[in-house]
């Protein structure tokens, strides 16, 4: 099993910055995707951003330019810095967790989610 506890939600104007973090515990030996994805209300949960251990990363494109994900590998942690916030971007945040065989953006296989944060954006 793997748990992840993601945290650095909360309201933010337009235009201003908010840094999600996830961090993994137990089985971490088995993850070799970690993914971003978002739901606002009444929507459907997207994909918003991910990372392959061994190489690449995935953005949407509706935050490409503006969200960045990275990866702590002394700290076993993921980030999303998400910059230029816009009011559209107000959904709970989801991490989650897959083996390397799973397709960044595609939310089935992914094996592990996160509780969710809520993000914000509005004056």
């Known amino acids: 099993q793997v748990q992840l506890v993601e945290s650095g939600g909360g309201l933010v104007q337009p235009g201003g910055s908010l840094r999600l973090s996830c961090a993994p515990s137990?089985?971490?030996?088995?993850?070799?995707?970690m993914g971003w994805f978002r739901q606002a209300p009444g929507k459907e949960r997207d994909s918003v951003a991910g990372?392959?251990?061994?190489?690449?990363?995935y953005y949407a494109n509706s935050v490409k330019g503006r969200f960045t994900i990275s990866r702590d590998n002394a700290k076993n942690t993921v980030y999303l810095q998400m910059n230029s916030l816009k009011p559209e971007d107000t959904a709970v945040y989801y991490c989650?967790?897959?083996?390397?065989?799973?397709?960044?953006?595609?939310?089935?296989?992914?094996?592990?989610w996160g509780q969710g944060t809520q993000v914000t954006v509005s004056s």
């Open positions: 989650a967790a897959g083996p390397s065989s799973v397709r960044i953006e595609i939310q089935t296989g992914y094996d592990y």
């Open positions: 990372i392959r251990w061994s190489a690449g990363t």
């Open positions: 137990g089985r971490t030996f088995s993850i070799g995707v």
